[in-house]
């Protein structure tokens, strides 16, 4: 596609809303001399964060290296310099929002979150109190909830319906309707008494601009929930009392500030880096004064008291809001950097930044929504978007989505992610901690999302979809310096990736014979090749001639793993380098040797079980229960010196299949669950055929562009950390194997294997460098539902006896008898 006259249409269109035309420096200009370094990265995630710019960072480090700011709590100087710097930044927060310093308060938290926590802590909850909440919202925004309930208030999520077009009516709560959804209560009904009910403070909750939509919320709704809560709940009785109004403007704010001379919330809540980039970790409530009197603050600290008698029970609290709801001392030097951030905003001006931004998501909205099949179906269902109001400027800039293939099925949100990321863009997929309105536009009922997580799913887990719907979606999202181009390459991205690829399928394309060096192909006849063991989780394997077979795969293969002190799994997705810890075992000294050029000395592990180890505990991974054994201190020390990091060795004793999400058999399925496993993420053994290897690096040579000067892209066979290697045949004739012998052992194959970024890793000179090959080819041509299959998985299927059996082994050189399934 040519992407020039693709841009001069998206200027005849957009052209007097992108690019800041008016502005000092123009969208090219600002990237060129602002962001650097994001030559050659599509980011695409500003709603998870915006970035900085590098001029920011720079008048930041030179505020902070010339200037002196002391603890705003002492009385020098310095303290003073403090001060000036934090009362500036409240009065520009402030101004941000449009609020008079005379009617609100801005307070300073540590993020969006603090804040709202901090709403949700000393409100004045009582039994007759109703806490209400669309069904777009942030965690952070329901978890309000829980102190609500505890205190034996009600919690009801609501959906706002806005009549289109109000006929001329100039009250807004006619244009408003709030459906109810069922009550929450944690505590027995409460006895509707009017008078008391009239006394009660309610909240209602709302954010700017849904984080999972963008759909952004009509501010109106302030005064229609403060003033016309009777009508707009119809006489409920949860619309009595007195209703308090939040607004999260953690999202909406970075494009449309809530103008609080207007709407008159009772509290905002704003995260500096989703405006700027930077600082992170902080963010700020802003309060109505006749809001914050009404709070109740029981915890006092240094920076919130005024007096306060160490052995008995008395405390003067400090009067300012402010001074009362910021605990401790502020982060000021974070403080002190926000004035170079909103330099930015102002400079561009907020209003060309909405302009900028919406150009953006309604291009890609309306690019995306005119993708069909031939039969005319679309391929990619946008969320919250009526099609009535598919370019409307009045959505937030973000375009979320998932995509269908053209049976109807749909695309994991984890595939196009995973395709994103090598085509270096940098997108977010999943729930964005916004379950409500995840259940609203992907149509999740209650039953669909409880047998959902009966099935095990969980936040930021990899099953994005389950019982043939999706759980989460794909989002997009711009910032104020996001341009024309990035957009354009998402939406080749997609084109590429998601609608032509489907004119061939994957796994039916032809193999390319291009000569290979050194050996002739015989037809039929395959041969075991090599065998690899891997004794620890994620470190280097080693190759040997033959090895016992055990009830688990090859004796000793993954019966090791190593485990951070915070629980976590440590593997070389996370810890690349764990590649250079190499491992033997000797089985006739019994020994396990473990060398690492971080460590000077050689470790020796006994393989005798019952030395150095502690008691037997139990441990979950990858939904099946392990027994598992600890070691002493030393063999603790050294892994941790290998690693770089503070770990555990632990030795376990095989699975016990309890549960698993995906249990059928099939191309790609997730996990072995009929045989005990060890350390292993799928199945006993992992079969690649080095016909397949060199197909594949055929492959990467002929895609190699005709100008490159460097060496052509090769893997070799251990890349894919493979138990086991075959030679002979066609490339890819595994792809049809059911069952298999080898020697006088019989395997029974259960699928491709999914492949992951981990391939991409290129060990060099002690570092460990990412690269987009061999993944990216692959994807190409051996993507099928939602996995990119290389080699298989097998199941070994006479391993009843655990331990060394001689009849048991598999010997390099053996043959090997494929049967088709
Ligand atoms: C709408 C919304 N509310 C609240 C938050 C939480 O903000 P913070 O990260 O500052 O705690 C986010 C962050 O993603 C958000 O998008």
């Given amino acids: 596609m040519n992407t020039e006259s693709d841009k001069d249409r998206f200027l005849k269109e957009f052209g007097d809303d992108y690019g800041y035309p008016k502005a000092p420096k123009n969208i090219d200009e600002i990237r060129a001399t602002e962001f650097k370094r994001l030559d050659g990265t599509v980011y695409l995630d500003h709603a998870g964060a915006s970035l900085y710019s590098e001029l920011q960072m720079e008048a930041i480090l030179k505020d902070l290296t010339t200037n002196v700011y002391g603890n705003p709590h002492s009385q020098t100087d310095s303290s003073l310099a403090t001060s000036n710097i934090v009362g500036e930044a409240r009065q520009q927060v402030l101004n941000f929002c449009n609020a008079s310093p005379w009617e609100y308060k801005c307070i300073f938290t540590s993020g969006a979150t603090a804040a709202l926590k901090l709403v949700g802590e000393t409100f004045p909850w009582s039994s007759q109190s109703s806490f209400m909440y669309t069904m777009e919202n942030h965690n952070s925004v329901l978890g ?22 109000d006929s001329g009516s100039t009250n807004p709560a006619s244009s408003h309707k709030v459906l109810q959804h069922q009550m929450q209560r944690r505590s027995e009904a409460r006895v509707v008494d009017e008078e008391l009910i009239g006394d009660a403070y309610n909240l209602f909750a709302f954010p700017s601009e849904c984080n999972f939509s963008g759909v952004r919320f009509n501010l109106d709704l302030v005064k229609v929930i403060k003033q016309d809560s009777e009508r707009i709940l119809e006489g409920s009785s949860y619309c009595k009392g007195c209703w308090m109004v939040l607004i999260d403007a953690a999202k909406g704010s970075a494009t449309e500030p809530p103008d609080l001379s207007k709407y008159k919330a009772d509290f905002v809540v704003i995260s500096f880096y989703k405006l700027f980039g930077y600082p992170t970790g902080l963010g700020a409530l802003i309060v109505r004064n006749e809001a914050a009197k009404l709070l109740k603050k029981t915890y006092f600290s240094g920076g919130t008291v005024a007096a306060s008698i160490a052995d008995i029970d008395f405390v003067k609290q400090r009067e300012g809001a402010e001074e009362l709801f910021e605990d401790g001392t502020l982060s000021f030097l974070s403080i002190a950097s926000i004035h170079h951030g909103f330099k930015i905003l102002n400079t561009l001006t907020i209003s060309a930044i909405s302009r900028h931004t919406a150009s953006l998501a309604t291009y890609v909205r309306s690019m995306l929504s005119s993708l069909t099949y031939e039969n005319g ?6 969320y919250g978007v009526p099609k009535s109001k598919l370019l409307c400027k009045e959505m937030g800039p973000i375009v979320s989505f998932n995509l269908t293939r053209p049976d109807g099925s749909w695309f994991g949100y984890r595939e196009v992610e995973k395709l994103a990321s090598l085509s270096g863009i940098q997108l977010r997929t999943g729930c964005f901690c916004n379950p409500g309105a995840c259940a609203k536009y992907l ?28 759980t989460g979606a794909v989002r997009v999202s711009f910032g104020y310096m996001s341009t024309f181009e990035e957009a354009r390459k998402f939406l080749n991205f997609i084109e590429r990736s998601f609608v032509l690829s489907l004119s061939h399928s994957p796994l039916r394309t032809k193999y390319i014979h291009l000569p290979t060096e050194g ?33 688990t795969g090859l004796l000793y293969d993954r019966e090791w793993l190593l485990k951070s002190m915070s629980g976590e799994i440590l593997t070389q997705k996370k810890i690349p380098e764990m590649c250079y810890i190499s491992t033997l075992i000797d089985l006739n000294l019994g020994i396990l040797f473990v060398e690492s050029p971080r460590c000077k000395e050689k470790l020796q592990i006994s393989l005798n079980s019952d030395l150095f180890m502690s008691a037997r505990d139990g441990m979950d991974l990858h939904v099946d229960r392990y027994e598992v054994q600890g070691y002493d201190n030393e063999v603790n020390m050294w892994f941790s010196n290998a690693v770089g990091r503070p770990c555990t060795l632990l030795r376990g004793s095989g699975s016990t299949c309890y549960f698993c999400l995906n249990s059928k058999r099939g191309v790609g399925m997730c996990r072995d669950v009929k045989t005990r496993l060890n350390f292993v993420n799928e199945a006993q053994f992992l079969l690649i055929t080095e016909e397949s290897v060199s197909d594949l690096n055929n492959r990467l040579y002929s895609n190699l562009p005709r100008d490159s000067h460097g060496p052509p892209i090769q893997v070799n066979s251990m890349r894919f950390r493979p ?32 492949r992951c970024q981990m391939i991409n890793l290129i060990p060099q000179g002690g570092e460990v460098r990412k690269a987009n090959e061999p993944l990216a080819t692959l ?13 298989i998985l097998l199941r070994y299927e006479d391993g009843n006896s655990v331990g060394q059996d001689t009849n048991s082994w598999l010997q390099v050189g053996q043959e090997v008898y494929p049967d088709a399934d």
Avoid at 726 to 739: H, K, L, M, Q, V
Avoid at 781 to 788: D, E, L
């Fill in 779 to 791: 994807a190409a041509y051996r993507r099928t539902k939602g996995k990119i299959l290389f080699g």
């Fill in 723 to 754: 138990n086991l290697v075959i030679s002979g045949g066609e490339p890819y004739a595994e792809d049809g194997w059911g069952i298999l012998r080898i020697g006088n052992n019989n395997f029974t194959s259960l699928g491709g294997c999914n």
């Fill in 144 to 165: 309000i909830r829980e102190y609500a309930l505890s205190q034996g208030a009600a919690a009801i999520a609501v959906d706002i319906e806005e009549a289109a077009h």
């Fill in 519 to 551: 050996f002739e192909r015989a037809p039929s006849r395959y041969y075991l090749r090599s065998i690899t063991v891997y004794p620890i989780k994620s470190c280097a394997g080693f190759k040997v001639d033959s090895w016992p077979l055990s009830s």
């Fill in 443 to 470: 149509r999740l009922s209650h039953g669909d999302l409880l047998s959902n997580i009966e099935a095990g799913h969980i936040c930021w887990d990899d099953n994005d979809i389950l019982h043939g719907k999706p």
């Fill in 377 to 382: 179906d679309s391929i990619c269902t946008l």
